[in-house]
């Protein structure tokens, strides 16, 4: 599409000669004589014209007037304001006015050459930033979780009820069930939907990174900080904080993080001074924060100032009906990521699917999806294609886990050790959790590669 330049002076030496310059560079060009033919010509604007140079001097009327109503009519339209050296004050009012540039006459063809070049350039550069922030905006407001259980949706329906407030909202619920999902659910739907959600894992951690990461640091505060870092909490400033795995936190932050709730303020490792921010407060653990209160591991005032506003998930052995709407849209997921189609999955692999505990939740069906895109090579999911499918049946007189959640925990855990050869990683990657959590889980079930469900 060719770029239009419109031209506005009421010399038509200085009209030709632009028009001639501006034609040889390939442009399109209209011209005016009258400021006011401008302006009508413009009433309707909708973003036809990529520019205008316009003269200052004009009898019919000042060109800073024109600017200031061009600023209502057409603000996106960059204006280049062209003055003589008798006039170059109008040219810093117009440019505090919303001119885009200015140039002195008289002006080589290099300098308006260069000036317009800046100036388109600028523009596409500012069009393609908007494009990209509305469609970001758009698919983050779009990304809301999947599912068609009334178990699901009371607790989602729940979560965006506190939306509208800058109450702290605990979301509860065990690992993989969507809990930053919601999270973000709730962002996009307040206030603060045009700052940013960002999410930090506190078990992802060491305890001095983590501090680093959510407080920030400044040059010098330990080993390696050759540059003052900015913290999660000042980019997160007026938008949302989601903290998951908020029990994992030490004792030491958890001051820090409640002094931040209080007071909206910190300070940075390694600073004396106090930083203000206005972050709201998303967070999120599969722990029993009670029982961590009462064993003295979290702290109580923290957990009464997260605890403001508590959604506890479902997990996703309680909401069958989300299966199969959950897996097609994992599956529709990897189609357009890796380009790997699959045909369906075939009955009797989705009975078993909804009859399946899922310890990992909903993380764990997603990578389960994505093993079976896989092994069935543009085809049907079958049966044979689950991990799972080999498990022996479920006896008439009752079920093969134990009805004690503890003990099926375990039972699960050393299920997936065994099946990826005590792969911690993929074990983690099976069960939809973190390695840390299933190194975690080795320590307190006091697992070892001996171990036997026998």
Request: with cysteine; hydrophobic share 40%.
């Amino acid at each position: 599409m060719t770029t239009k330049i419109l031209i506005c002076d009421d010399e038509e030496g200085m009209r030709r000669y632009l028009s001639k310059m501006l034609t040889n560079w390939g442009y399109q060009v209209e011209s005016f004589a009258d400021p006011l033919l401008l302006l009508k010509s413009l009433k309707d604007f909708d973003g036809d014209a990529d520019m205008l140079l316009l003269d200052v001097k004009m009898p019919q009327m000042d060109g800073i007037e024109v600017l200031q109503r061009l600023q209502v009519k057409c603000p996106q339209l960059p204006v280049i304001i062209m003055t003589g050296h008798g006039t170059i004050d109008s040219a810093v009012e117009a440019m505090k006015i919303g001119a885009y540039d200015y140039l002195t006459k008289p002006f080589p063809k290099e300098k308006l050459s260069a000036v317009v070049k800046h100036t388109l350039e600028q523009q596409r550069l500012l069009e393609e930033n908007n494009s990209l922030k509305k469609e970001l905006q758009e698919q983050k407001v779009s990304a809301e979780p999947i599912f068609c259980s009334n178990t699901f949706r009371q607790a989602y329906d729940l979560a965006l009820s506190a939306a509208d407030s800058d109450l702290s909202v605990l979301v509860l619920g065990e690992s993989g069930t969507g809990k930053e999902l919601v999270a973000a659910a709730i962002h996009y739907a307040s206030p603060r939907k045009n700052s940013r959600f960002l999410a930090l894992n506190c078990a992802a951690l060491s305890e001095t990174l983590l501090e680093s990461q959510l407080f920030g640091h400044v040059k010098g505060a330990f080993t390696g900080a050759v540059q003052a870092q900015k913290g999660l909490l000042e980019e997160a400033d007026q938008g949302t904080m989601f903290l998951d795995e908020v029990g994992e936190l030490s004792q030491v932050l958890q001051a820090k993080l409640l002094r931040v709730l209080q007071e909206g303020e910190f300070i940075p490792v390694g600073s004396t001074t106090v930083r203000k921010v206005d972050v709201r407060f998303v967070a999120a653990t599969n722990k029993d924060l009670q029982q961590e209160v009462a064993a003295g591991a979290f702290r109580e005032d923290l957990y009464y100032r997260l605890n403001v506003f508590p959604v506890e998930l479902p997990p996703l052995r309680e909401r069958e009906e989300d299966i199969e709407p959950l897996a097609e849209h994992f599956l529709q997921k990897i189609e357009q990521k890796t380009r790997r189609a699959v045909a369906g999955i075939e009955a009797e692999a989705l009975a078993a699917l909804k009859k399946y505990h899922w310890p990992g939740n909903v993380r764990e069906l997603e990578n389960m999806m994505e093993r079976c895109s896989i092994i069935a090579r543009d085809g049907m999911i079958k049966l044979a294609h689950l991990p799972f499918a080999n498990q022996e049946p479920k006896p008439a007189d009752g079920p093969t886990l134990p009805l004690n959640l503890r003990e099926t925990e375990r039972l699960q855990v050393i299920r997936a050790l065994r099946e990826t050869r005590w792969n911690k990683s993929r074990a983690a990657e099976l069960l939809g959790v973190t390695r840390r959590t299933i190194n975690r889980k080795i320590k307190e079930f006091d697992l070892n590669q001996d171990e036997s469900l026998d």
